[in-house]
């Protein structure tokens, strides 16, 4: 579904990401885990087109979206819960999600958003119960929850979540996992990036280690739980 | 005697105060979307009252104001597409100096097409000695005009901005806009879009006020101080407080003109300008909450 080949990005001079080659295939929850400044974020703006790729190819569905605009990414299926959730903080709850069902409506399927709607609602039943609160006002949790209803109005193939978990409480991040199973569990394909290794290898099929802007481990999830390097840089466990 | 000049000031001061209000009101719409101050603004208005008066000379006045709002606002998304869109993560300032360039090219090509002539539409109703008495109060039909329109504008631009999808996306581009093209939407086609609407809103302001103030090749860049003035006095981004704000600079310069020399009415904006930037960014009506939830 997606598939990165020798992608090097950064910012201005700044390079980040050098030689980056990830792969995802439909149906799957597949993670990259690292530490502040490894290059996540980096990697998730360089896929969706915020930022230009230095060099390297981003295929998406075997189409090259590295030269394409964000917004015919996004209406081609690939979605990004952005780092920090990004809702626009000055509208309710309500026309944050409409917002994100935009593509739906360019594409005619005025009539599936309503039924959209109901869905992530039910998904988010807190979403139903502020959907006239101003999205500034909701709490961190709530945001993120918004924010991934905004991109699930979308109807994307793939769904890229940057660190879901960041600054919310242990409950909290348990909730936005287990919905996270709950998306691929409906069919969705998932890209997660995450510092809270633990928790995403747990629910995730396959995973990467990025450092310092290279990959340098992957494999299947438990495999990298299992992995003692794993254990000591990233699960806070020391090697007897 | 003391009441009628006084409402005859306040009627001045009005008249002025719905083209200032405009001028804010389309600072705020690009502000808004893409966080620039467009200096550029008061060119419009000078376009759109030029245009209309040329368009005069062989079309009917209904058809030649709605040409020339036409035809400006073909000339603001041109401006955008030419000057602004492709420029790759362009900072503030540059945009805006950019807009100071415009301005300038836009007054010297007005120069050479029209010269240095000052012109202006006929009334819209009646002429220029045709009044309406309100209590001993001698109002022009033009006054009405110009302050209907300022209305009707408002009245559009909220139910535009609240409850359409493209408002809604506009709004969405103004508050962030990486958030806005995540969700799909062309935020460059946004951008131009508020450049087309302002100058829209520009262009008819400049065709209403221009049998009462008249129209040249050089009021754009005063207007662009007044609008300034108006939209920081309101808040930035707040149309309706523009509105509000623009009565209050249209009649302070007005009553100014009672107590002070003639040659003063202009420093009061000025002055009033630096005393907001200097004790209230905000502005009058700028609510502190709410600026801190949009962020800007």
Request: aromatic content about 8%.
């Amino acid at each position: 579904m997606l598939r990165i080949r020798n992608l090097d990005a950064g910012y201005g001079n700044l390079n980040v990401l050098r030689r980056v080659s990830i792969h995802v295939k439909p149906g799957e929850i597949v993670t990259i885990i690292g530490a502040n400044g490894a290059g996540k974020t980096t990697l998730l703006k360089t896929i969706t087109g915020l930022l230009k790729a230095q060099a390297g190819e981003v295929l998406f569905n075997g189409q090259d979206i590295g030269a394409m605009p964000t917004e015919r990414i996004v209406s081609g299926g690939c979605s990004l819960v952005p780092e920090g959730r990004q809702v626009f903080p000055a509208m309710p709850v309500s026309e944050n999600l409409l917002l994100g069902a935009y593509v739906q409506f360019k594409r005619g399927n005025k009539h599936e958003v309503e039924r959209d709607l109901d869905r992530v609602y039910a998904l988010f039943p807190v979403l139903k119960q502020r959907e006239h609160q101003l999205a500034g006002t909701l709490s961190g949790g709530e945001q993120q929850m918004l924010a991934m209803g905004r991109a699930l109005m979308a109807r994307p193939k793939l769904i890229m979540l940057d660190e879901p978990s960041m600054g919310l409480a242990p409950l909290m991040v348990k909730e936005i996992f287990n919905i996270i199973v709950r998306l691929r569990a409906e069919g969705n394909t998932v890209l997660l990036v995450e510092q809270n290794a633990r928790s995403a290898l747990k629910i995730a099929n396959r995973g990467y280690v990025l450092e310092t802007g290279r990959i340098i481990l992957e494999g299947e999830a438990e495999d990298l739980l299992a992995n003692r390097d794993v254990q000591r840089a990233y699960l806070g466990r020391d090697a007897e | 005697m003391f009441f009628e000049l006084f409402f005859q000031y306040l009627v001045a001061g009005l008249t002025y105060g719905t083209i200032y209000a405009i001028v804010g009101i389309g600072f705020n719409i690009i502000y808004n979307t893409t966080g620039i101050i467009n200096f550029a603004q008061g060119e419009f208005v000078m376009l759109g009252g030029m245009t209309a008066v040329t368009l005069y000379g062989f079309l009917p006045l209904p058809l030649a104001v709605i040409g020339a709002v036409l035809i400006t606002m073909v000339m603001g998304g041109l401006i955008e597409m030419v000057f602004i869109r492709w420029l790759v993560k362009p900072t503030v300032l540059r945009m805006i100096i950019i807009t100071i360039g415009i301005s300038i090219l836009i007054r010297e090509g007005a120069l050479l097409v029209w010269g240095e002539g000052v012109r202006s539409l006929p009334y819209f109703t009646g002429n220029e000695i045709s009044a309406l008495s309100l209590g001993g109060v001698r109002l022009s039909p033009q006054v009405l005009w110009s302050i209907g329109v300022c209305m009707v504008i408002v009245l559009f631009l909220n139910l535009f901005f609240k409850h359409t999808m493209l408002g809604r996306e506009m709004r969405a581009c103004a508050a962030n806009r990486d958030a806005a093209a995540l969700c799909g939407i062309p935020t460059k086609n946004m951008i131009t879009l508020s450049f087309v609407l302002s100058a829209g809103i520009g262009a008819l302001a400049g065709c209403v006020v221009s049998p009462i103030t008249y129209t040249q090749y050089s009021i754009g860049s005063g207007l662009a101080i007044k609008g300034f003035t108006v939209a920081i006095l309101g808040g930035l981004g707040n149309s309706m407080a523009a509105v509000a704000a623009g009565f209050i600079l249209g009649i302070l310069e007005s009553f100014s003109i009672w107590v002070l020399p003639t040659a003063y009415k202009d420093a009061i904006s000025i002055a009033i300008l630096l005393a907001m930037l200097f004790i209230r960014p905000s502005g009058l009506f700028g609510n502190k909450e709410a600026m801190r939830l949009k962020d800007f």
